[in-house]
């Protein structure tokens, strides 16, 4: 199995998406520093997954979630959540972007 995910900053509230056979290990790293491209982001919460049977399917969905109709998808697939945290932020702090 495969898994496409998606994680957002804690620090700046940016999203990154990538793809892994074994997810665990690959939020381990992200949060470790291991990832060049979220070291300087840490620290990092998953805050969407989906598994796929086949890897070119992660890849492909991986792909579109970085393209505007896959951003698109993602904020309105977590629009409940998205509402929640801008909602719990004080106006005086830096509200979380929605760009993956």
Partial sequence: MFYVYVL???KDGEFYS???NNLHKRLLKHNTGKVFSTKSRRPL???YTEICLDKQDALQREKYLKT???KR???QRLQRYLNK???NT???QSRP???I
């Fill in 8 to 10: 957002q900053s804690e």
């Fill in 18 to 20: 990538g793809f892994t």
């Fill in 45 to 47: 919460k998953c805050i």
């Fill in 68 to 70: 505007g109709m896959g």
């Fill in 73 to 75: 998808f993602i904020k």
């Fill in 85 to 87: 945290i801008t909602e």
């Fill in 90 to 92: 004080p106006a005086c």
């Fill in 97 to 99: 972007k929605i760009s």
